[in-house]
T-cell receptor, first 112, second 112 residues
């Protein structure tokens, strides 16, 4: 069945350093890959997404890359700040379906 | 525009009881998806509704059911509650023409 693996489960970085979170999906029909940030006690918020016809997308300090051949996609956060501390989830959605498969999350801690 | 709302926000039930959760999507959004979030498991897809029709279903037992009304509001029902049903239940809505989902604040269900 469909599956999305996410690594690492926890990540600690010093303020100002970069953070990278990686996801692997199993369904080759996946064509939409969103990333969500969930702060403690709050709802998940979409921070960036990418479609299968694009290899990379940037939004200020956040970027996502997609390797369709390897079925990998990654979230890159540069110049991390304490307010980036949260749980990040990747997800994949296949064309022709309305079902989103989520990774198990990465708890990012940015140390001041 | 008002965001996605969910009621109630917190619920405590005992084993064997049933529960109904409600989700009101953003105005104009006709797709509503439901997720179960537990520590370590991430977000697991329950089902998705569009125009009162269930289009996709996740791998949950038949005790979990849902429906959508003509105004796009959705409800999910869990019958014969088990301790393992304790979780945060999130709903998300989206426009018919996009994949971007907006989450509600969730309903925290505790089964004793």
């Amino acid at each position: 069945g469909e599956n999305v693996e996410q690594h690492p489960s926890t990540l600690s970085v010093q303020e100002g350093d970069s953070a990278v979170i990686k996801c692997t999906y199993s369904d080759s029909a996946s064509n939409y890959f969103p990333w969500y940030k969930q702060e403690l006690g709050k709802r998940p918020q979409l921070i960036i997404d990418i479609r299968s016809n694009v290899g990379e997308k940037k939004d200020q300090r956040i970027a996502v890359t997609l390797n369709k051949t390897a079925k990998h996609f990654s979230l890159h956060i540069t110049e991390t700040q304490p307010e980036d501390s949260a749980v990040y989830f990747c997800a994949a959605k296949s064309s022709g379906t309305y079902k989103y498969i989520f990774g198990t999350g990465t708890r990012l801690k940015v140390l001041a | 525009k008002a965001g996605v709302t969910q009621t109630p926000r917190y619920l405590i039930k005992t084993r064997g009881q049933q529960v109904t959760l409600s989700c009101s999507p953003i105005s104009g959004h006709r797709s509503v998806s439901w997720y179960q979030q537990t520590p370590g498991q991430g977000l697991q897809f329950l089902f998705e509704y569009f125009s009162e029709t269930q289009r996709n279903k996740g791998n949950f037992p038949g005790r979990f059911s849902g429906r959508q009304f003509s105004n796009s509001r959705s409800e999910m029902n869990v019958s014969t509650l088990e301790l393992g049903d304790s979780a945060l239940y999130l709903c998300a809505s989206s426009l018919p023409t996009t994949d971007e989902q907006f989450f509600g604040p969730g309903t925290r269900l505790t089964v004793l």
